[in-house]
C-alpha cells in the first residue's frame, strides 16, 4: 500500500525544532523517492541550528539534511536506471526525514558488497574523495592534514594509502589516537602556532610540506597551513569558510609561490562521481568510515545531535540520524 505521509524534522526557530507529520513529496518524471535509513549531520549545519543573522524560519521540513541514504520507494515515469528496493545514497537538501526525493542523476547505487546496516553518508564521503582527487597527493609526498574530524580522518587515510607521509594536526587528543589509527605517521597538537611550526620543520628537515590540507573552516588554521607549506607546494582549502570573510597572508604565499586549491564542489556530478567511488572504496575497504560514526540519534533527537555536532566533546567524530 502506497505511504502518503511521513515525519519529518522542522527547525521553527534558532535550536528549536518539532517532529511533524507531513506529505510524502510527490515525485516529477525524473525522479525517485526514497524511504531514508539515516541520514549524517554534518557541520555545515551548525549555523542554521545556532541562527545566524542570514537564515530565515521556520526551514522546510527535513532540510537542511543533505547526507541521507536508504531505499528507493517510488520511481518517476522516465527513470529507467534504478528499481524499487534498491539501496541508494542521495544527494538532496532534505534528509531529516522518512522520505526524500531526488533526481535521478542524483543518485549512487550502493554496492551489493555492503552489508544491509551498512550506513552511507553519501555526500560527505565523496567530498572527502574529491577533495583527496584535487589534492593530487603523490606516493612519498609529505601532507599535513589540519585539523582530524570526520573529513581529516577520511583523508589522513586517503594520503596514507597513497603512500604519502602524514602529519595530522588536530586539537583533541582522541583525534589525534584516531589520525595514528587511520595511518598519521606523526601527530601534532593544534595548540601553540609557533610550536607546531618548529615540529614540522624538525619532521622534514626545513623544507616543510609538499601538500596541507586545511580542513576546519577557521582563520587561524588557515594561517597556519600557509606557513606549513613549502616553496612550491600546495595548500588545499577544505575547510567551509561559512562565518564570514578571511585575511590570508598574500606576502608568504606570493614568496613561497604556493598552488592554492578551494577543494570544493558545487557541480552536482562531480560530487555524484565522488559518492560512487567512496562506495568503491568502502566495499573495497580502502576506507573505512564505520568507527566514524561514533554517535546514533533517532529523528526526535536531532537538536541533541546538532548540539554534540558543535560542541564536539571527547569520542565524538561523526552523528548519524537513524530513521
Known amino acids: 500500500m502506497e505511504v502518503s505521509s ?6 521553527d526557530a534558532p535550536r528549536e525544532l518539532q517532529v511533524a507529520k507531513i506529505a510524502v513529496p510527490t515525485l516529477t518524471a525524473r525522479q525517485v523517492l526514497v524511504r531514508l535509513e539515516g541520514c549524517g549531520v554534518c557541520a555545515s ?18 532540510a537542511p539534511g543533505h547526507e541521507g541514504w536508504g531505499r528507493i520507494e517510488k520511481i518517476g515515469t522516465d527513470v529507467a536506471e534504478f528499481q524499487v528496493g534498491e539501496r541508494v545514497a542521495i544527494i538532496s537538501n532534505h534528509g531529516y526525514a522518512e522520505f526524500d526525493v ?16 551498512e550506513p552511507f553518508p553519501g555526500e560527505p564521503l565523496g ?7 584535487r589534492s593530487d597527493i603523490g606516493k612519498d609526498d609529505t601532507v599535513a592534514i589540519v585539523g582530524v574530524g570526520f573529513l581529516g580522518a577520511l583523508l589522513t587515510q586517503l594520503a596514507s594509502a597513497a603512500g604519502a607521509r602524514v602529519i595530522a594536526i588536530t586539537r583533541r587528543t582522541f583525534a589525534l589516537d584516531v589520525a595514528r589509527q587511520f595511518g598519521a605517521a606523526h601527530t601534532i597538537a593544534m595548540d601553540d602556532h ?8 624538525d619532521i622534514t628537515g ?41 585575511q590570508v597572508n598574500m606576502q608568504l604565499w ?5 598552488d592554492v586549491v578551494n577543494a570544493h564542489e558545487r557541480d552536482p556530478q562531480v560530487y555524484v562521481e ?15 568510515p564505520r568507527p566514524l560514526y561514533t554517535h546514533t540519534f533517532p529523528l526526535s533527537a536531532l537538536g541533541d545531535a546538532l548540539n554534540m555536532t558543535s560542541e564536539r566533546p571527547s569520542g565524538f567524530m561523526k552523528a548519524l540520524i537513524q530513521l
Open 102 to 117: 531526488a533526481d535521478a542523476d542524483h543518485v549512487v547505487r550502493l554496492p551489493p558488497a555492503f552489508g544491509e546496516d
Open 6 to 11: 511521513g515525519a519529518a524534522a522542522v527547525i
Open 254 to 258: 606570493n614568496w613561497r609561490g604556493l
Open 127 to 133: 567530498c572527502a574523495v574529491n577533495i583527496f582527487r
Open 194 to 201: 609557533a610550536t607546531i611550526v618548529e615540529r614540522v620543520k
Open 45 to 62: 549545519n551548525i549555523p542554521v541550528w545556532e541562527g545566524k543573522p542570514w537564515f530565515s524560519y521556520p526551514l522546510e521540513p527535513g
Open 274 to 288: 565522488g559518492m560512487r567511488l567512496a562506495a568503491d572504496a568502502v566495499a573495497s575497504g580502502l576506507l573505512t
Open 206 to 246: 626545513g623544507a616543510m610540506c609538499d601538500v596541507v590540507i586545511e580542513a576546519t573552516g577557521k582563520q587561524w588554521p588557515l594561517d597556519l597551513s600557509g606557513e606549513l607549506t613549502r616553496v612550491r607546494g600546495r595548500l588545499v582549502v577544505a575547510g567551509y569558510h561559512q562565518d564570514g570573510p578571511r
